[in-house]
């Protein structure tokens, strides 16, 4: 599975934006997608998450701001991220990963760069 993420940019506090990352390849129902994030210096960090079946997860910081959603018909992903604040300032990144396979399988996006100006 191959993974395209785009959406990042420049916003100032308060702002919004999108993320998408669509999925390719040989892709089973018994899936979840989902963003990371990795600020400078800082480990890499699970923002979102959606099952195939449509199961959410969202982390306390980001809880009421962004928005996690699929669209499994065109096998991607997104994250609306609104009232944008300075720390989320990293590079995100989305993951494909596998439940029903053993090993299980994860794949990553190559990652998209958003920066929040204060």
């Known amino acids: 599975v191959q993974l395209q993420a785009s959406g990042g940019g420049l916003v100032q506090a308060g702002g919004s934006l999108r993320l998408s990352c669509v999925a390719s390849?040989?892709?089973?129902?018994?899936?979840?997608m989902g963003w990371y994030r990795q600020a400078p210096g800082k480990e890499r960090e699970l923002v979102a998450s959606?099952?195939?079946?449509?199961?959410?997860n969202h982390v306390d910081s980001v809880k009421g701001r962004f928005t996690i959603s699929r669209d499994n018909a065109k096998n991607t992903v997104y994250l609306q991220m609104n009232s944008l604040k300075p720390e989320d300032t990293a590079v995100y990144y989305c993951?494909?990963?596998?439940?029903?396979?053993?090993?299980?399988?994860?794949?990553w996006g190559q990652g998209t760069q958003v920066t929040v100006s204060s």
């Open positions: 959606q099952t195939y079946g449509g199961i959410t």
């Open positions: 390849g040989n892709i089973i129902r018994d899936n979840a």
């Open positions: 993951r494909y990963w596998t439940f029903a396979t053993a090993p299980q399988y994860t794949t």
